[in-house]
């Protein structure tokens, strides 16, 4: 099914408006309720009438669909390891150490029918009776994304057993949080986590039984073991367990809609991880609210390339969408996902030739800014062709022109840069954060059609997407609110975003409600009662404004609003996700505060962006690392900046004066991003303090 007319302009609006009383007990003025036209007089609830819980997915997918591919995985045929010499600054003085970098060598997709899909749940099932297990218990999934998670979590499910979810890039501290609060007993990991698990199982009481994938090491398994206290564990593989079901099978014993489904931790961006609590009808209602704005836009055998955390809400979601629809899964990862991060083999994107994919903002800017950094190397009449021919595509899509001039571009320039990326995408998702109107706009116009989601994990990570009920493509939405849920505007005085103003559209903090909506957070009743309303409204803190075709833009944030020493506002993330989009910028990290008369830019730069640039003008560097304390390289960071800034049309007050360059990559694991990969802002200005000080100097 062709996506082009995704990026036509758009149609009439896709929303109805509901009264709503005009102010809140508490005086402040509110718009009215706003909801998908699919759910004028009643929110979707579920997507088939016979589908009222996750385990009835994948019960109704092996009757329907049987023997046909539901998911697949890749095997590693070996492990080559490649080292390089850099050269970094510390405390003003080079240094030179060698990196060791590990790359895979990765055979074909082997595949999963939905029948043996289901007959490893009920192996999974069986063994997880035998270990004593039953309804109400609850397994913490502390391992990547991998067609097992997903056989265990069913195998959860058809037990009656809740899962809660740990991201596999958790530190120790944030590991225990998620074993302790909701007193896990049940621990699926991989023996690759074996260390941090090992760190923190003496610091819990409640672990019994680590089922682990992957092959496990005697003296890994004592040392967990032992770290427990003597007798305490009972440690198995993931094929032992399921060895235990085929010798003890049992009945399933399938959970009601309003049975616990899962408690999907937050990443901590600022403290201890929330536990959000989640029934079976809360995932359903999501999958309806998607199933009823995008009626024919995914289909049986689509590929999906699943990659995202399966322990954040929205992989969660999508991988349970496509189970439902036929949708094939396969099973990647980051480190594997392109042919230049693997060896001897393809990279996952282009093996697997995916039909739609989800990532987060830094996956596509990467993608735009790797694209870009090819055309770059390119004879000055290749490059001239290939802007030509954007401009013909951009003109064709965003007007009422025949698409066949986008088919010439396509078929001169962009056929094989759309082979990179297995050259049959026709949609994907972006969501997590806002993306950059830039690469929203080049990526659509190049590759396919980029489109915006919006949520969080109170919502089960739906509440805006975009739908082709609106035939219309623009940046800066991030659709119309999805079938399951409806939402309202609601008057902020501080930052002077006001509900109802005659002639204008309805803006102010977006409120959520619906079926697909959390209760709450676990064992957290203040934080409850701060977020939610009695009548059942979330309060988002996401500031939007309804746009006339229905959809909704994000345009601030309640929180990081920040007031200068001159008295105007700057809305940090707003400002992070626009200059993202600069071609040096691998992560960005603003700061600004009420002493200060304009922000500054934390940089984690590209590496190929900032080697060519020191090629260009002639600098001499071994390593990347060294690079960052150049001043000319640092001056020409900024300068794009400010061209970002420029093209963007911000305030003076907006515009970035001074950077800091980061030598290092910000990971999870360095603790300058979260699981979710989102920034930790409080770490990374701590880390950067003196930097900070000495450039406002």
């Known amino acids: 099914m062709s996506t082009d007319f995704f990026l036509k302009p758009g149609a009439s609006s896709c929303t109805v408006e509901l009264h709503e009383p005009r102010e809140l007990a508490d005086g402040v003025e509110q718009s009215n ?201 009972t440690i198995l593989s993931y094929d032992d367990l399921k060895a235990r079901g085929k010798l003890h099978p049992c009945e399933m014993r399938p959970p009601s809609k309003d049975d616990l489904c899962c408690i999907m931790y937050t990443s901590g961006s600022t403290g201890n991880p929330k536990g959000v609590v989640l029934t079976h009808a809360n995932i359903i209602a999501a999958m309806a609210g998607v199933d009823g704005v995008i009626p024919g836009l995914l289909n049986f055998g689509d590929r999906y390339l699943a990659m995202l955390p399966l322990s954040h809400v929205l992989e969660f979601v999508v991988e349970s969408y496509c189970l439902l629809k036929g949708i094939i899964l396969g099973y990647g990862s980051p480190r594997t996902l392109t042919d230049a991060s693997v060896r001897n083999c393809l990279g996952d994107i282009r093996e697997l030739k995916p039909t739609v994919m989800a990532g987060v903002p830094a996956v596509w800017d990467t993608i735009k800014k790797g694209i870009l950094a ?10 001239n062709l290939f802007w030509a021919m954007y401009k013909v595509k951009a003109i064709a899509n965003s007007t009422s022109l025949p698409l066949g001039l986008a088919w010439l571009a396509d078929t001169i320039v962009f056929n094989k840069i759309k082979d990179q990326t297995g050259g049959c995408l026709k949609i994907a998702l972006s969501g997590g954060a806002p993306i950059s109107e830039d690469t929203q706009q080049f990526l659509s116009t190049i590759l396919c059609p980029i489109v915006q989601g919006y949520g969080m994990t109170e919502g089960s990570a739906m509440a805006c997407l975009y739908t082709n009920y609106n035939r219309g493509f ?102 992070e996700s626009i200059y993202a989009g600069c071609k040096f910028v691998g992560k960005i990290c603003l700061f600004a505060d009420s002493y200060r008369y304009y922000p500054v830019a934390i940089v984690q730069p590209l590496p190929a962006a900032i080697e060519t ?79 900070i000080e000495k450039v406002y100097q």
């Open 33 to 233: 309720r706003f909801r998908h036209k699919v759910a004028e007089h009643a929110l979707l609830h579920t997507p088939e009438p016979d589908v009222l819980t996750v385990h009835d997915v994948v019960m109704r997918s092996a009757r329907v669909f049987g023997d046909s591919p539901a998911m697949g995985y890749r095997k590693v045929i070996r492990v080559i390891e490649e080292s390089k010499e850099i050269t970094r600054i510390v405390n003003g003085h080079e240094t030179k150490e060698t990196k060791l970098w590990k790359y895979f060598e990765l055979g074909p997709y082997q595949w999963i029918s939905y029948k043996e899909l289901l007959a490893d749940i009920k192996l999974v099932a069986g063994g997880l009776a035998n270990l004593g297990y039953t309804a109400g218990d609850k397994a913490c999934l502390y391992l990547p994304t991998s067609p097992e998670w997903q056989m265990f979590a069913h195998g959860c499910f058809a037990q009656s057993m809740a899962i809660t979810t740990a991201y596999d890039t958790l530190g120790p501290e944030g590991l225990l949080w998620a074993l302790n609060e909701p007193e896990i007993p049940l621990v699926f990991t991989h023996v690759d986590l074996f260390p941090t698990l090992t760190k923190v199982i003496g610091q819990n009481s409640t672990v019994r039984h680590v089922v682990y994938k992957g092959e496990a090491k005697p003296q890994a398994l004592a040392d967990l073991a032992a770290a427990a206290g003597e007798g305490r564990l």
């Open 474 to 575: 623009a940046t800066k939405q991030v659709g119309a609110p999805v079938g399951c849920l409806e939402l309202k505007f609601v008057d902020v005085p501080e930052m002077d975003y006001k509900s109802r103003v005659a002639g204008q559209p309805p803006q102010g903090e977006i409120w959520v409600r619906g079926p697909s909506v959390t209760k709450g957070y676990f064992k957290r009743v203040e934080e409850t009662r701060e977020a939610f309303t009695d009548d059942g409204w979330l309060k988002t803190g996401d500031v939007g404004r309804l746009n006339a075709d229905g959809t909704v833009s994000i345009v601030d944030r309640r929180k990081n609003l920040v007031k200068l020493a001159n008295g105007e506002y700057v809305a940090l993330e707003k400002l």
């Open 613 to 691: 640039e020191a090629r260009k003008r002639g600098i001499q560097f071994d390593s990347w690392e060294q690079l960052c304390h150049n001043e000319e390289i640092r001056d020409a960071i900024l300068a794009e900046l400010k061209n970002v800034a420029k093209a963007n049309r911000l305030a003076h007050a907006e515009v970035v004066q001074a950077v800091v360059l980061a030598d290092e990559e910000w990971t999870p694991e360095s603790g300058m991003l979260t699981a979710a990969m989102k920034l930790k802002r409080r770490d990374i200005l701590a880390h950067f303090k003196a930097e």
């Open 374 to 383: 090819k055309v770059a190397t390119m004879s000055p009449f290749v490059q």
